[in-house]
């Protein structure tokens, strides 16, 4: 059975950081695509960031490029958003999900965890 957790989140400065973790079972992990996904109220879900399944390749949208740093350890089945320089406009519940092909840039997948909420407000 698959299961995502989601954790880190909470309420940052702009300006501030925070590191997101998501925390699998239930699947190979270390055969599988990762990715970081937000969706915020009156938006669309978006898809922030991606890893393939060895962490030799990763993506980013434009939104996010050159602030967000994705990164997974097998070992521990858990991938990672780091989030430097944080903005208002970053405000989400964050959610990873999973991919043997490669993560869909759609918010297309049946399952979801609980997801981390990340409020970045003064």
């Known amino acids: 059975q698959v299961q995502l957790v989601e954790s880190g989140g909470g309420l940052v400065q702009p300006g501030g950081s925070l590191r997101l973790s998501c925390a699998a079972s239930?699947?190979?992990?270390?055969?599988?695509?990762m990715g970081w996904y937000r969706q915020a109220p009156g938006k669309e879900c978006e898809l922030v960031a991606a890893?393939?399944?060895?962490?030799?390749?990763?993506n980013y949208a434009d939104s996010v490029k050159g602030r967000f740093t994705i990164s997974r350890d097998n070992a521990k089945n858990t991938v990672y958003l780091q989030m430097n320089s944080l903005k208002p406009e970053d405000t989400a519940v964050y959610y990873c999900?999973?991919?043997?092909?490669?993560?869909?840039?759609?918010?297309?997948?049946?399952?979801w965890g609980q997801g981390t909420q990340v409020t970045v407000s003064s």
């Open positions: 999900n999973a991919d043997p092909l490669g993560v869909q840039a759609m918010c297309s997948y049946d399952y």
């Open positions: 239930g699947f190979t992990f270390s055969s599988y695509a």
């Open positions: 890893i393939t399944s060895a962490g030799g390749s990763t």
